[in-house]
């Protein structure tokens, strides 16, 4: 609730995005409050308390975070491709 409080705008695609995965490895994922939000040029994420529990939620959501920064004007950021791949629309 104090991330939604904060935020301008919520992005309800990244909770529902963790929770479906979180789905995957326990039946209670469906109770977590994870969501995202922008507030001004900033995203904000909020993530799983457990580290095994982050990096099964960050994966399939960090791809969509560099276009997404790139949409809030916030600073452009690059992978390297031989852990993460990001996705940014041809122009």
């Given amino acids: 609730e104090a991330t939604l409080a904060v935020c301008q705008k919520e992005l309800p695609g990244f909770g529902e995005l963790m929770r479906m995965t979180s789905l995957k490895y326990v039946p209670t994922a469906i109770l977590s409050r994870q969501?995202?939000?922008?507030?001004?040029s900033s995203l904000i994420i909020n993530l799983p308390g457990q580290p095994?529990?982050?990096?099964?939620?960050?994966?399939?959501?960090?791809?969509?975070?560099?276009?997404?920064?790139?949409l809030i004007g916030a600073a452009y950021i690059e992978t390297d491709e031989n852990y993460i791949k990001a996705f940014r629309p041809k122009k």
């Fill in 35 to 40: 969501t995202a939000g922008i507030l001004g």
């Fill in 52 to 70: 095994k529990a982050i990096k099964e939620c960050l994966e399939p959501i960090f791809a969509s975070i560099p276009y997404c920064l790139d």
